[in-house]
């Protein structure tokens, strides 16, 4: 099981890359006033079938040649439901996913944020030539990081992204982000 969400969010991600995505958007998206947490991640990767969508949060559909469960969407779907939310996932052959799980911000079954700035840096450091966009908005307040406004700096290096002092540098600016909106206050 995993612990909190961002692990789910890592987990996704992960699978977002390996369906052959070179852009993904992860949106975390907490509102007090209408007690809800959401967190989502979009693709352009190569999609799923209907048919499969529809067996997913099953724990004996995986795609993965390495085991033969798969148990990433089934605690996250289990988790949003006990916690008054939902989980959707939108998909089509050749389109890319999107995967949604929405919680009761309240809720006390509700699993913690967990460590964003170091998953992000994870993600990026990993996939250097994804395209990645990280949105963390906490009661209005937003915060947005485009790696492609990144490379723009590093004269157009991509591979730069995958440099410890790169990656360092952007955890810790995510962390100095997510305290200015308040975001660090999610666990």
Not at 43 to 62: E, L
Not at 155 to 168: C, F, K, N, T, Y
């Amino acid at each position: 099981m995993l612990e909190d969400l961002s692990a789910h969010v890592l987990d996704i991600a992960e699978n977002s890359t390996m369906a052959g995505a070179d852009e993904v958007e992860i949106t975390i998206n907490a509102d007090d006033a209408k007690d809800l947490l959401l967190f989502s991640v979009k693709d352009n990767g190569r999609g799923m079938s209907a048919d499969f969508v529809a067996r997913v949060t099953d724990p004996f559909t995986t795609t993965r040649t390495t085991r033969r469960v798969g148990m990433g969407l089934p605690f996250l779907r289990q988790s949003a439901e006990l916690c008054g939310g939902a989980l959707v996932i939108d998909s089509a052959l050749g389109e890319g996913t999107t995967i949604t799980a929405t919680f009761s911000l309240s809720s006390v079954d509700r699993p913690p944020m967990g460590d964003m700035p170091s998953t992000v840096m994870t993600l990026v450091m990993g996939s250097p030539s994804v395209h990645w966009k990280y949105r963390h908005i906490v009661n209005g307040k937003e915060f947005l990081l485009d790696t492609d406004e990144i490379v723009e700096a590093l004269e157009g290096d991509r591979e730069m992204l995958a440099s410890p002092d790169v990656g360092l540098w952007l955890r810790d600016n995510i962390r100095e982000e997510l305290a200015a909106i308040g975001g660090d206050s999610l666990q």
